[in-house]
């Protein structure tokens, strides 16, 4: 079955970085989308970046656009997150999810497996 693993989450203090990274298995890596997701509590989860399988575009929220970077190796079956000049309000628990969507998978409804999530956690 599908399984994804992320890794790489802890506490930061405002300004510094961290590189999340999710590895997969039971699947063919390199035919799905991959998407990175957040959910800080009481709130509800949100987009925060992806990459297309299909030629590699990425997208992301506007929230953290200049800062984060997605990116995937194939070989690894691995995605990653950089996340850089973090802030508070990034704090939240960040889950990786697979897609087979080819168009622009910003929503959840497009995701169809889920890891467990890691907690990222910045201090002011």
């Known amino acids: 079955q599908v399984q994804l693993a992320e890794s790489g989450g802890g506490l930061v203090q405002a300004g510094g970085s961290l590189r999340l990274s999710c590895a997969a298995s039971?699947?063919?890596?390199?035919?799905?989308?991959m998407g990175w997701f957040r959910q800080a509590p009481g709130k509800e989860r949100e987009f925060v970046a992806a990459?297309?399988?299909?030629?590699?575009?990425?997208f992301y929220a506007d929230s953290v656009k200049g800062r984060f970077t997605i990116s995937r190796d194939n070989a690894k079956n691995t995605v990653y997150l950089q996340m850089n000049s973090l802030k508070p309000e990034d704090t939240a628990v960040y889950y990786c999810?697979?897609?087979?969507?080819?168009?622009?998978?910003?929503?959840?409804?497009?995701?169809?497996?889920w890891g467990q999530g890691t907690q990222v956690t910045v201090s002011s």
């Open positions: 999810a697979t897609s087979r969507s080819n168009t622009v998978p910003t929503l959840l409804r497009d995701y169809s497996y």
């Open positions: 039971g699947l063919t890596f390199s035919m799905y989308t």
């Open positions: 990459i297309r399988w299909s030629d590699g575009t990425t």
